[in-house]
């Protein structure tokens, strides 16, 4: 079993910085992939960029050049850091994170979320 606990999202301006943290703890083998996803009231859930266990990325077109992810594995931990942040950034982000809970069994989870508003 794997738990996912978001924390470092507030209330910034725009053109402002944010640095999320998602930190995994429990009981598995391994963790794979992890993104962070997020999802603005009324809209669906969308994915912002992911990493490989061996620190390959993906971005989100509205995000790429802003964002940065990263993951300290040592720590079991995921890192988006935001930059020059936008309105449109507004929502509610959430961890991912594909671990192996056995040796051969795969478990997908998510955590609770972390409100980022971008706002004047």
């Known amino acids: 079993q794997v738990q996912l606990v978001e924390s470092g999202g507030g209330l910034v301006q725009p053109g402002g910085s944010l640095r999320l943290s998602c930190a995994a703890s429990g009981t598995f083998f391994s963790i794979n992939d992890m993104g962070w996803y997020r999802q603005a009231p009324g809209d669906l859930r969308e994915l912002v960029a992911t990493?490989?266990?061996?620190?390959?990325?993906t971005y989100a077109d509205s995000v790429k050049g802003r964002f940065t992810i990263s993951r300290d594995n040592a720590k079991n931990t995921v890192y988006l850091q935001m930059n020059s942040l936008k309105p449109e950034d507004t929502a509610v982000y959430y961890c991912n994170a594909a671990a192996f809970v056995t040796r051969w069994m795969t478990g997908d989870y998510w955590g609770q979320g972390t409100q980022v508003t971008v706002s004047s």
């Open positions: 990493i490989t266990s061996g620190g390959i990325t």
